[in-house]
């Protein structure tokens, strides 16, 4: 039995990479599964919210009950969640973006030569959405992800300060991309509380029901 405690609530959700094109066939990408952004969008959809998801590429179910929105760049999910950023009372940046993207998108696919001479590829640095949505005149409440390889509660607690957030979901141990089970921080203006309490790992859908939990208590009434 779950609790509707986002029952009139809404909730907009980013999921996945993103996919920065470089050519017509190739890309810079990451690995990101979408995981932990799709169980946040089940458990915010089991918790009486309606849900948004904003999804880069991933080869995942839709859950029951959400609205999603399929994107590949980083650009793209800017331009998806900025519209809709100030109806929603909760945004939830799980998505991996691409920090940079090919300042230019070849028109063809890029050739090989034969004269051994490698494609120098510029970069352009791609917008920050979180900060982006956590900067508007009204913003919903706002939550992060940190995922980091050492360190976690200190750069959580910088994102936390540099994107101006309410909440910064750090994942603890070992690289988790695609995984089932993690392990998460919670960082506020308040202090660090890991999630499960006790340190162990659980299931990705668990820990999403319990951030969902987190997070409705944050709301103003
Ligand atoms: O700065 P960093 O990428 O480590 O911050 C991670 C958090 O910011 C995640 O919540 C991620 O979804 C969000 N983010 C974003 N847009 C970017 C980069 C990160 O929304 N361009």
Known sequence: FQPKVLAGR?????AGPTYEAIDPVRGITNLSSGKMGFALAR??????AR???VAGPVHLETPQGVTRLNVKSAQQMLDAVLPLAA???VFIATAAVAD????????????????????????????????????????PLCVGFAAESQDVAHHARQKLQRKKVALVVGNIGPATFGQDNNALLLVDAQGDQPLPADGSRAPKLALARALVADIARRLPK
Request: glycine share 6%.
């Open 87 to 89: 109806a929603h009372d």
């Open 100 to 139: 940079w993207r090919p300042a230019q998108l070849a028109e063809h696919k890029i050739k090989k030569d034969g004269s051994g001479q490698v494609p120098q590829i510029a970069m352009s640095e791609n917008p920050d959405i979180l900060a982006t949505v956590a900067a508007l005149p009204q913003p």
């Open 51 to 53: 849900v948004t998801l």
């Open 10 to 14: 809404r909730v907009l959700i980013t």
């Open 43 to 48: 458990a915010a959809a089991e918790a009486g």
